[in-house]
């Protein structure tokens, strides 16, 4: 089900276990937090952040916004 990982911590091979899940919303991706199952450290978390489409209209947006308030001092 999983797939080995090498611990940032004790540098061993292991299977990483989840230490909490957060299901993405409309605008966000899933995100996933694990810790090492040999040394117990939090690794760092996987996914997460904002979906592309999004990124890409608060450009658009912002790049209109600009352009049309340039139009309009002139």
Excluded: D
């Excluded at 540098?11 to 991706?29: A, C, D, H, Q, V």
């Excluded at 117990?40 to 790049?63: C, D, F, H, Y």
């Amino acid at each position: 089900m999983y797939q080995k990982m090498t611990c940032t911590s004790c540098y061993k091979p292991m299977l990483p276990k989840i230490l909490k899940e957060s299901s993405g919303g409309i605008f966000t991706n899933r995100s996933i937090q694990h810790y090492c199952s040999i040394c117990g450290k939090e690794q760092a978390p996987i996914g997460g952040g904002m979906r592309p489409w999004i990124k890409n209209l608060l450009i658009t947006v912002s790049l209109f916004i600009l352009v049309a308030g340039f139009l309009y001092l002139i």
